[in-house]
């Protein structure tokens, strides 16, 4: 049985395995400049963040219908329950849809004729959070914003994402005022490739309550005293900061340091079908290459749950982590079970 865990940073569109996009190009009748799932994998080969959002928006153009959005949604929870995920809160990008001619209504109503049954058909909570493209103009974010008004009562949140550097979190100061006053939850990409400085703005300008990576926040130990005393949950994404360069190798990734910081960590896929596992894949990569002892994953599970916004179920929070407390190791290497 794998460690119970929320997963609480994830892109739906990330999660668009080679399989499926070929299926909903066949179902679509987009032409992919792929000849197969091998080809398509191939071109896995990333050097930063923009070569893979290249390739990114490229195919979720296979992504059309409801049907569409459902089927892609219902393959990630499959695979999430599979690997101990309890409670997932789900990024989707609507402007890269919008853009493409598909509606609001359309994103948002098939994602969640999947979300919207995953207790019962996957044993998990799940959650949406809407994110603003930060390459776009500030104006189109608020245009975003407006189209999902009638759909307020599917997202809790918004989030940022896309092409970091040369677009810091004050573009978006006005947008996200906005959406605070609509009751929604505010979360960021920052210091994922863009500099500290990034994750101070997104705090102090955006009013995030979670950053999205955060990883660069060790450059600046003042920043990381605030994030400690402040506990602000770090949403790291671990496969991914290796292949999209911004770590060399997992064994020099500061997770165990950031931990040891008393940094409120959260292990996540981010794109899983691109980075080469999901979540609890990630969990066991740092396990192995940084040495995390039982306690530590432990901890990592914990702080899943706390940095949820589970707020609007508190008894659910509590049971999650009581099965994270119940959890037992098997034999494993560092004492953590063969797939656990
Ligand atoms: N890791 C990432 N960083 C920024 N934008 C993204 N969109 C999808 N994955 C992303
Ligand atoms: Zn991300």
């Known amino acids: 049985m794998p460690l119970p865990k929320a ?28 000849a197969d799932t091998e080809a ?3 071109a896995y080969l990333f ?10 928006y490229e195919l979720m153009t296979v992504l059309r ?27 989707f990008d609507p402007q890269a849809h919008i853009a493409r001619g598909v509606p609001m209504r359309t994103i948002v109503e098939g994602l969640w004729r999947a979300l919207g049954r995953s207790t019962e058909n996957h044993g998990m909570s799940t959650r949406l959070i809407m994110c603003f493209l930060r390459d776009e103009s500030a104006d189109s974010a608020l245009e975003t914003l407006e189209a999902a008004r009638p759909h307020l009562d599917r997202i809790i949140g918004v989030g940022l994402d896309s092409a970091e550097v040369g677009h810091p979190p004050a573009k978006f100061r006005e947008v ?15 210091g994922e490739e863009g500099p500290p400085a990034y994750i101070t703005e997104a705090l102090d300008l955006l009013g995030v309550e979670r950053v999205d990576h955060g990883l660069r926040c ?46 409120l960590c959260t292990v996540n896929s981010d794109d899983p079908a691109y980075f080469g596992g999901y979540v609890a894949d990630n969990y ?14 432990r901890e990592l599970a914990r702080n899943s749950f706390r940095a949820s916004f589970l707020e609007d179920d508190e ?14 190791f098997g034999d494993g290497p560092h004492g953590t079970p063969g797939r656990g």
Do not use: W
Not at 76 to 84: D, I, P, T
Not at 289 to 294: E, I, S, V
Not at 315 to 328: F, G, I, Q
């Open 7 to 34: 997963e609480l940073h994830l892109h739906i569109e990330g999660t668009l395995e080679p399989e499926l996009a070929f299926r909903l190009a066949a179902r679509n009748g987009v032409v992919l400049p792929y």
């Open 40 to 42: 398509l994998r191939e």
């Open 47 to 56: 050097k930063d963040l923009q070569s893979f959002l290249n390739l990114y």
């Open 65 to 91: 219908t409801e049907q569409d959005f459902e089927d892609l949604a219902n393959a990630y929870l499959a695979r999430a329950a599979a690997q101990g995920v309890r409670h997932a809160e789900i990024f």
């Open 176 to 190: 996200y005022e906005m959406a605070a006053d609509l009751g929604l939850r505010r979360v960021a990409h920052a």
């Open 218 to 263: 060790m450059e600046d130990p003042d920043l990381v005293a605030r994030l400690v005393r402040e506990r602000i949950p770090l949403t790291l994404c671990p496969l991914s900061n290796v292949r999209l360069r911004a770590v060399d190798v997992l064994a020099e990734h500061p997770l165990r340091a950031m931990l040891e910081a008393g940094l």
């Open 284 to 297: 066991h990569a740092v396990r192995d290459a940084l040495g995390l002892t039982k306690e530590q994953m």
């Open 315 to 328: 008894d659910l929070r509590s049971r999650y982590l009581a099965e994270v407390d119940a959890y037992e």
